[in-house]
């Protein structure tokens, strides 16, 4: 059986729909599957590669939506979407798994190439806090109903079990296995440990925490000796990282890295500390000690609660206090 996965974007989307990677194999251990993502997640999706030791996903196809949308009608862009669509055409699918529940994405079921009774399976309805947009059920053989309040891995999970007849997500309790978490592991790394990640920045004000606090959780951090790295993913990210810095003893605003690079940072931090954001998902994926803050977000959505080495706190509307943060801060340390 040949399956398509299609989960574009972005960082934390991705990292929620991997399980499925699992829950199929654990089923159709000899599947073939493929998943088709935005290329800025190459990197992500590659240590899943099916290897001697490893059973994952057999293909990676990329594409480059946004980054063509900014020259749509180039030669360049031209060329580039002739060429991906015969290397998207170059299998045949089964079945086809769309947990994005957007037209971008819905519209690519159809554009692969499919058996004559091929199962082309989406979100047949909207959940809470989450985007859906209702005509993508016209491109689906099967739209899967799910819990108006899902988090956003059962959320995937419910697709993929109704079009490969699965047990139900409160069934399937693995979440990232072993062997796919040491590939992940790396000693490289540029900072001196004992170091600490503070990821700050998210997309919508709201769900930032206060610059007060950060600065008063870098200076406790400090006088117990560790360093704080201050990362940023644009100007305005770094002016801010470069602001807390200032008021936090043997701080670093750290260089800008590729997700490549983020492993072996957030695998030999001592902790992170980050606001609902994909880098913070991706230090709660990766197992490293991680306090996850929501300032102005359903925690219930995202929240990782796979760990004892996660710390889920504050919740919409209920920023979480310095101090609460401090006492997680002690446990994770400690332990």
């Not at 020259?71 to 086809?96: A, P």
């Not at 600065?215 to 940023?232: E, H, R, S, T």
């Amino acid at each position: 059986m040949n399956i398509l996965i299609i989960k574009l974007s972005s960082l934390g989307d991705v990292l929620h729909n991997l399980p499925i990677v699992w829950d199929i194999r654990a089923q159709y251990p000899e599947a073939k599957i493929d998943w088709l993502v935005e290329e800025s997640y190459l990197s992500l999706l590659a240590p899943l590669l099916s290897n001697a030791d490893f059973k994952g996903i057999d293909n990676i196809i990329p594409i480059a939506m946004r980054r063509w949308k900014k020259n749509l009608l180039s030669d360049q862009t031209r060329k580039e979407w002739r060429g991906f669509r015969q290397n998207f055409q170059t299998t045949q699918y089964d079945v086809i798994i769309e947990t994005q529940g957007l037209l971008k994405a819905a519209w690519l079921t159809r554009l692969a190439k499919r058996s004559p009774n091929a199962a082309i399976a989406g979100l047949g309805n909207a959940t809470e806090e989450s985007g859906f947009e209702p005509l993508v059920r016209w491109f689906y053989t099967d739209s899967v109903q799910v819990p108006l309040r899902c988090h956003a891995v059962e959320r995937s999970r419910w697709v993929a079990a109704a079009a490969l007849n699965l047990p139900e997500p409160k069934n399937q309790p693995q979440f990232y296995p072993p062997i796919f978490l040491q590939s992940l592991q790396t000693n490289e790394t540029p900072f001196n440990k004992p170091y600490v990640l503070f990821f700050h920045a998210t997309a919508r004000a709201a769900k930032q925490w206060s610059e007060a606090n950060w600065i008063a959780l870098g200076n406790a951090l400090a006088k117990q000796g560790k360093q704080v790295i201050l990362p940023w993913g644009n100007a305005q990210e770094k002016a801010v990282s470069k602001r807390l810095s200032t008021q936090i003893p043997n701080s670093i605003v750290s260089p800008a890295f590729n997700i490549n690079e983020w492993f072996g940072v957030i695998a030999n931090a001592a902790l992170t500390v980050g606001v609902d954001t994909g880098l913070t998902h991706l230090s709660a994926m990766m197992n490293t000690p991680t306090i996850e803050l929501y300032c102005d977000s359903p925690r219930w959505k995202t929240e990782a609660y796979w760990s004892e080495n996660i710390k889920n706190l504050g919740d919409t509307g209920q920023p979480p206090s310095l101090d609460n943060v401090l006492q997680s801060v002690g446990a994770l340390l400690d332990a």
